[in-house]
T-cell receptor, first 113, second 114 residues
Framework: AQSVTQLDSHVSVSEGTPVLLRCNYSSSYSPSLFWYVQHPNKGLQLLLKYTSAATLVKGINGFEAEFKKSETSFHLTKPSAHMSDAAEYFCVVTLNTGNQFYFGTGTSLTVIP | EPEVTQTPSHQVTQMGQEVILRCVPISNHLYFYWYRQILGQKVEFLVSFYNNEISEKSEIFDDQFSVERPDGSNFTLKIRSTKLEDSAMYFC????????????FGSGTRLTVV
């Protein structure tokens, strides 16, 4: 079975400080992993994806994530938070065809000025 | 940047009524999906659709649900007889290639069943 666990439901950081959003996955096979972001009243926007190529993945807006198979983790990081980063972040896993995505419960990021 | 468009953004319906949620996927995309998120819960897969037929569906997607691509641009989700527990945010998504490379999601339709 496939699943993801987002370890923090809420994260609060000060503007200009690093961001770390944690995600652990469970998968029987080689997964594809994604981070999506949802701003209020907006759709789910793809931040970055891992599909079995480089384990360090760079995404939009300065975010990156590292796939660590030994730790079954795919944590999202950003060196310096910006006010516009405040949103809900979802870690997602899928297999093979990707017909079905498995979402984490989401992490709400607050950025304090 | 191309978008997936969903209409309406919010729909209120009475229990037992039929409702159709509409989506316009990105024009060159071939794979289509519906997901839903009940308030406070995870985003859940409903159905995937390719080549005019359902590829996969979840246990949630029972006989009350159906999907259709009535023309070359729209992709619809129909709920025949709505229940209170169908109240949720419904997301449409599409992808050019198989979904393991990522989808583009719409901004959702919030369905409220009263």
């Amino acid at each position: 079975a496939q699943s993801v666990t987002q370890l923090d439901s809420h994260v609060s950081v000060s503007e200009g400080t690093p961001v770390l959003l944690r995600c652990n996955y469970s998968s029987s096979y080689s997964p594809s992993l994604f981070w999506y972001v949802q701003h209020p009243n907006k759709g789910l926007q793809l931040l970055l994806k891992y599909t079995s190529a480089a384990t360090l993945v760079k995404g939009i807006n300065g975010f990156e994530a590292e796939f660590k198979k030994s730790e079954t983790s795919f944590h999202l990081t950003k060196p310096s938070a910006h006010m516009s980063d405040a949103a809900e972040y979802f870690c997602v896993v899928t297999l093979n065809t990707g017909n079905q995505f498995y979402f984490g419960t989401g992490t709400s990021l607050t950025v304090i000025p | 940047e191309p978008e997936v468009t969903q209409t309406p953004s919010h729909q209120v319906t009475q229990m037992g009524q039929e409702v159709i949620l509409r989506c316009v996927p990105i024009s060159n995309h071939l794979y289509f999906y519906w997901y839903r998120q009940i308030l406070g819960q995870k985003v859940e897969f409903l159905v995937s659709f390719y080549n005019n037929e359902i590829s996969e569906k979840s246990e949630i997607f029972d006989d009350q649900f159906s999907v259709e691509r009535p023309d070359g641009s729209n992709f619809t989700l129909k709920i025949r007889s709505t229940k209170l527990e169908d109240s949720a945010m419904y997301f449409c998504a599409s992808s050019e290639n198989i979904g393991r490379y990522g989808y583009t999601f719409g901004s959702g339709t919030r369905l409220t069943v009263v």
